[in-house]
């Protein structure tokens, strides 16, 4: 077998709108607006450093189906110069860029090669005449596509490398819409020699032998994605498979937790704020910060008021290349003093059995969600931000207790 060198990459989400985050400054906030440009840009400078064959694009290449001039025209720059390399690029669309939107058409460079819908597809990649690879996948030609394709995969044939590109769902993830869902085994029962994945943001290795890998997304987009995102360099070869990880996001989330029961003071907490900000500062990088507080806290009544000046002191000046600006400081934490037998009697008790059932807030807001006029402009809140909003609230009816 011929050794060949690509680049998995997916979910790249070109033009993402970073929804409900326009409250960070203006120019933390633009900066997050370009990052998934940035990023892709130098997933293509490694490319070009690596030397590639070609790359895979394996889905989710634009944030919507309706896809932005401005997104199209920046990966259409990025797709040319892969070309003047001489580098091939396999690119599948998923559930948010299906072939079933509205864009503009553009004219595109002869190294791009687009999967279509319906059925799986197998393209050759030639290197130096001869048929190096062959590379089978399928664009969603609408948003939901909800049936498993992978008896559409032919098992591999012959003394050639064979690539499986899949935008869809394994068994066992949650937190994505189940589209195109698969099972492990039925991929490996393909015997290819590798299995480039998307549409799960967060990077995973599902088998080694063969590999069968999401890459996750190259740049994330809110809280819950922390951590390095970028996409795989993966060189096939007689031997088999060798891959590793390159980074790539230009703002990358961070979460930390702060155990309060070593904090006795608000000045100690000032303290360790500012030590936990500068051990996650990265060159070049900007960061965007989660602050945890939990455990007992014996300023636990006082903290309220004091977060508020915590967030702006933590701010100051946090404008550079290399920001790390605290997005949001969650109080997790509960009184010293608490008693946890008296939590759970009476009132109180009422209180805790009401906040643990969330479906009164679904009644709550129907009404709303279901207005003719409001409803175009709301979305339903999504289940970590209602477990957020209760946790809130409980953690304000503590203060509350507590104070009286």
């Not at 949650?174 to 492990?184: I, K, S």
């Not at 977060?307 to 949001?328: P, S």
Request: charged share 25%.
């Amino acid at each position: 077998m011929m050794m060949i060198t690509f680049i998995h990459c997916a979910d790249l989400h070109l033009d993402s709108p970073f929804k409900g985050l326009k409250g960070l400054p203006k120019s933390i906030f633009d900066r997050l607006q370009e990052s998934t440009f940035a990023s892709f840009s130098r997933l293509t400078d490694a490319a070009i450093e690596e030397k590639v064959d070609f790359m895979l694009i394996v889905g989710d290449v634009f944030d919507g189906d309706m896809r932005s001039l401005k997104a199209q025209f920046r990966f259409n720059k990025e797709m040319e110069k892969l070309n003047k390399y001489g580098i091939t690029v396999f690119v599948s669309h998923g559930n948010h860029d299906h072939l079933g939107g509205q864009w503009t058409d553009l004219d595109w460079p002869e190294n791009v090669i687009f999967f279509a819908g319906n059925n799986v597809q197998q393209v050759p990649f030639i290197k130096n005449g001869v048929t190096a690879a062959l590379i089978h996948g399928f664009s969603y030609e609408t948003k939901a596509v909800e049936e498993n394709r992978t008896s559409q995969y032919p098992v591999k044939a012959g003394d050639v490398h064979h690539i499986g590109m899949l935008h869809g769902q394994a068994a066992g993830y949650t937190g994505h819409d189940p589209y195109a869902p698969f099972l492990l085994q039925e991929l490996i029962s393909k015997n290819y020699d590798y299995w480039a994945l998307g549409h799960i943001h967060k990077r995973s290795e599902l088998s080694l032998q063969p590999p069968v890998c999401y890459s996750g997304n190259i740049q994330g987009r809110h809280k819950n994605e922390t951590g390095e995102k970028g996409a795989y360099v993966v060189t096939l070869n007689e031997n088999g498979a060798e891959s590793r990880f390159i980074p790539t996001c230009d703002i990358i989330w961070k979460e930390i937790i702060l155990d309060m029961s070593t904090v006795d003071r608000e000045s100690d907490l000032l303290n360790k704020c500012l030590i936990f900000k500068e051990e996650m500062r990265e060159e070049s990088r900007g960061v965007l910060l989660r602050v945890i507080l939990t455990g007992k806290s014996s300023i636990f009544l006082s903290l309220s008021a004091f977060l508020l000046e915590l967030h702006d002191v933590l701010n100051e000046e946090e404008n550079g290349e290399d920001f790390v600006y605290v997005h949001e400081i969650i109080n997790d934490c509960f009184p010293a003093d608490a008693d946890g037998n008296q939590s759970n009697t009476g009132f109180w008790s009422d209180v805790q059995q009401t906040l643990e059932d969330s479906s009164w807030i679904e009644e709550t807001l129907g009404d709303l969600y279901h207005h003719r006029q409001a409803a175009k402009y709301l979305d339903r809140l999504p289940e970590e931000e209602m477990k957020e909003l209760i946790k809130q609230a409980e953690n304000e009816l503590l203060q509350e207790r507590f104070k009286s």
